[in-house]
């Protein structure tokens, strides 16, 4: 493997220039008291929750964090920078511009992305150090005319379809990959540096699917090692598997969404059973606070009325900030928890594109007070998996759909270290 120094410091502004995902968005409110809703995001909770996984991961393998989607709706390079810093020793992405932006920005670590379409940046991924995915012979063809015009070996990960069914190669055509693979390394095109694959129901305790994925796994690393493929890592584990299938750890395991704090699937356990801590904390300020008497429409379509003489309180966010529109309440449905005047409300009404109503009932508040929509939840506010059960969804699509007109506010800035030392 190449030994290769991850990112560089950050600025306590944000992101820095680099162009691509988080880039252009603002990382503080321009006043502390002068903001209408942001997301403070905790970089000491994320290399915690890095330094817990890799507690997790079994027979020495080390740690891809998955940064993709904007690390989770996290940011992009600070979450990218801070889980170097927690220890991983690889970072992922899903689509070239996500890697690219990371090499922008000063990073240089191992860096695998893994979603690509025919006529992709391969050139510039191979020239950027990027390990790239094939799962198909033009994937392979492609990265070998890419390798010959920037002259030097691309790096890349063999992905088998062993039963999720999105991409990967599958089985029937595996031994035509290995031999176009073979081909292209002895050209001196290519090298193959992983052989990986991905989980179908790795969050459903006992799921057979799991046995069967496994087993064609190790199938394909038999084939592989037949057609002398070396792989430098395999791979399989996302985070269900890297918290409860220590058989499928192998050389690396791939958390996403705990490396935010988050547990994959309640069904499994919570985070803070894994010694994990939610990163993402949702606030706002209260934009207007009124009475109404009762028999009064709250929201478009008045799906809620209140029962009698009340006071609204109304929130800036809406579902162009992320909110989703699924957890609106109406007249004997709960929608979404807020905790408002130290207590825990639900969305009153639908939820607007900008805004959404509370209920205080016979409490008070006024214009500029907290609303908090979602953190950790040991103060008493709700949980990003909270709004998950309101929404009918999953913890990851909350956190990862928090718009990107809501400036991130990073706490635990590490101004002027180079991520990854000590780790």
């Not at 209140?306 to 809406?318: C, D, Q, W, Y």
């Amino acid at each position: 493997m190449n030994d290769r120094s991850p990112l560089g410091p950050t600025s306590p502004a944000g992101p820095g220039p680099a162009p691509g995902p988080g880039a252009g968005r603002p990382s503080a409110p321009p006043r502390d008291d002068a903001w209408r809703l942001r997301a403070d995001v905790d970089l000491d909770a994320l290399r915690s929750n890095v330094r817990a996984l890799r507690e997790h991961a079994s027979g020495g393998a080390r740690v891809m964090a998955v940064v993709k989607a904007d690390a989770y709706g996290h940011g992009l390079v600070p979450c990218a920078r801070a889980a170097r810093e927690g220890g991983a020793a690889w970072l992922g992405t899903a689509t070239p511009e996500e890697a690219l932006a990371l090499r922008a920005a000063g990073d240089t670590g191992p860096l695998l992305c893994w979603l690509w379409t025919p006529g992709g940046p391969w050139r510039q991924a191979i020239e950027a150090d990027v390990d790239v995915s094939a799962s198909a012979r033009w994937a392979v063809a492609e990265i070998v005319a890419a390798a010959r015009a920037a002259g030097r070996a691309a790096r890349v990960h063999l992905k088998i379809d062993t039963g999720l069914g999105r991409n990967g190669c599958p089985p029937a055509d595996w031994a035509e990959l290995l031999a176009a693979a073979r081909a292209a390394e002895a050209e001196g095109a290519l090298t193959v540096t992983g052989v990986w694959s991905h989980f179908a129901c790795a969050d459903e305790p006992g799921h057979p699917s799991i046995a069967a994925q496994q087993a064609v796994f190790v199938e394909a690393l038999e084939a592989a090692k037949r057609a002398g493929v070396r792989p430098e890592v395999r791979h399989f584990a996302n985070s269900p598997a890297t918290l409860t299938l220590p058989a499928s750890h192998y050389d690396l395991v791939r958390p996403g969404v705990s490396v935010y704090g988050l547990s994959p699937s309640p069904a499994i356990g919570t985070a803070e059973e894994f010694g994990l801590r939610p990163a993402m904390t949702l606030r706002a300020r209260l934009a207007a606070v009124k009475r109404v008497p009762g028999g009064h429409g709250v929201s478009y379509g008045h799906r809620y009325t209140t029962p009698g003489e009340t006071t609204l309180a109304l929130v800036p966010a809406g579902y162009a900030d992320g909110i989703p529109r699924h957890a609106s309440g109406g007249q004997g449905q709960d929608g979404g928890p807020v905790l408002v005047a130290g207590k825990l409300r639900t969305v009153a009404g639908l939820v607007a594109m900008d805004q959404f109503v509370v209920d205080l009932g016979g409490d008070t508040a006024a214009a500029g007070d907290e609303a908090v929509l979602f953190g950790p939840g040991d103060g008493g506010e709700p949980t990003a998996e909270d709004w998950a059960r309101a929404a009918g969804t999953i913890g990851y699509e909350i956190v990862t759909r928090v718009g990107a007109r809501v400036p991130r506010h990073y706490v635990g800035e590490r101004v002027g270290d180079r991520a990854g030392e000590g780790a």
